[in-house]
């Protein structure tokens, strides 16, 4: 067996990727619609960011990896990080090449980090000695008890937290905001200091140019240091009852830029009530943002006692968690959980469940 | 870095939780039950750990039996004591 390992995937071998990402996870996996595949791993340039495994002619394993700068301890000096998604190899050579996938992101990125891992990944990085966060916190907002119920796990209604109450007029706070607006001053915003930049890039790329959701991102506070948040409202499969998910919310850590967010962590709601939402959900590290929303009347969610589900397409009704893990070069920092701002908006945890059309439909 | 044979099939016995002595030049991954893509990697991790080298991407997808990671340790100057 010779083994090329190639450290971007060349499109022209498209069909070949299609192929393998049909076998090796299923063949409406969202990844095997080339728009969604584009768009994802960057490919308009002619090759995709995954690293790639070849015996010969035959695609045998991948490393796909979301590259850009992340805050790792310092706002003046962000390092190259990569999110690492879809590493998968055929059976028939599993001694070695997953290892030599992971190798060659390691000797590119400083920082790696996954998020939503399975069993054998985390037993995989486990020993690469990173660290591994079981359960990522997650922020709830009743609006409609009702709805919630109907969304419920089985016997677990009466889990599901009261109605938050909402503020008349809250949304009023709101305004559209631009990622080309100039970026804010990233020192101000100290529960940023480890994760991906949310640069104007970025923002662009990962909310404004999705294929297939449509987000809205809103502000509330000073022009020049604001409270930033990005949502989305998405219909549960088979019921078509809408549920509100944040996957950015973020704002200064002096006390205007708090009470800023706090205004939007409200204003959220006001919005999500209006759109007719069961509920609204946050999944994001942060003990500082986790903090602002609590004020605002969110909900920790106790995992022992969860009730409402976290994927909707289509509804699974029992608790799922997203893990955490980085590893870091030697030298950086190893931060805990709470320090670090990391959401669902990182890696791949957001992305739609198949390629099929009725994806499109299941957004409001 | 020198690495004797009894050493190096003490490594391979507690990475693949079997007898050390079970492991000859000519062991491949299909002649041990807990070779599998996890053992793998601890092989990796462990052999670089024992001798102080670093792998290659193309020597970790090549190690395919006992004796071209022998030889592989070779190659990074460790002085492997194991007849061929």
Known sequence: ?364 | MQLRREEIQQLFGEVFEADPHAFALATGPEDVATWDSFNHLNLVVSLEERAGVSFSTDEIASMLSVAKIVALLREHGVDVDWPE
């Open chain 1, 1 to 364: 067996m010779g083994v090329t390992i190639l450290p971007r995937f060349p499109m022209d071998r498209w069909p070949l990727m299609q192929a393998f990402l049909a076998r090796r996870y299923r063949p409406d996996l969202a990844l095997c619609n080339r728009e969604m595949f584009v768009w994802f791993f960057r490919a308009s340039t002619g090759s995709a960011e995954i690293v790639s495994a070849w015996d010969g002619d035959r695609l045998i394993g991948t490393m796909g990896y979301i590259a850009g700068p992340v805050f790792w301890g310092r706002f003046d000096e962000p390092q190259d990080g990569a999110w690492l998604v879809n590493w998968v190899v055929d059976p028939d050579y599993r001694h070695g090449v997953g290892i030599a996938l992971m190798r060659e992101v390691q000797a590119r990125f400083p920082v790696l980090l996954g998020i939503g891992a399975g069993a054998e990944n985390e037993r995989i990085v486990a020993r690469l000695r990173w660290a591994i966060f079981p359960n990522i916190p997650r922020y709830v907002a009743v609006l409609g008890r009702e709805q919630s119920e109907a969304l419920a796990f089985p016997g677990a209604a009466s889990d599901v937290p009261s109605a938050v109450a909402v503020r008349d007029g809250a949304e009023r706070a709101l305004r559209s905001w631009r990622p080309d607006d100039p970026a804010p001053a990233w020192e101000r915003y100290a529960p940023l200091i480890y994760g991906t930049v949310r640069s104007s890039a970025y923002l662009r790329w990962r909310y404004l140019e999705h294929p297939v959701f449509r987000f809205e991102i809103v502000a509330t506070g000073s022009p020049a240091a604001p409270a930033i948040a990005v949502y989305r409202v998405e219909r549960a499969q088979g019921t078509g009852i809408p549920v509100g998910r944040v996957m950015e919310f973020f704002h200064p850590g002096d006390p205007g830029g708090s009470a800023a967010g706090v205004d939007l962590a409200r204003a959220l709601l006001a919005r999500f009530r209006d759109a007719g939402c069961a509920f609204a959900d946050f999944v994001c590290s942060s003990t500082a943002y986790g903090a602002t929303l609590a004020e605002a009347g969110w909900t920790f969610e106790d995992p022992q006692r969860a009730a409402l589900p976290v994927r909707l397409q289509p509804v699974e009704r029992a608790t799922f968690r997203y893990n955490l893990e980085y590893g870091a070069a030697s030298g950086l920092a190893r931060p805990e959980l709470g320090v670090a701002y990391v959401t669902r908006g990182d890696g791949d945890a957001d992305r739609p469940a198949r390629s099929e059309d009725e994806v499109r439909v299941s957004n409001a």
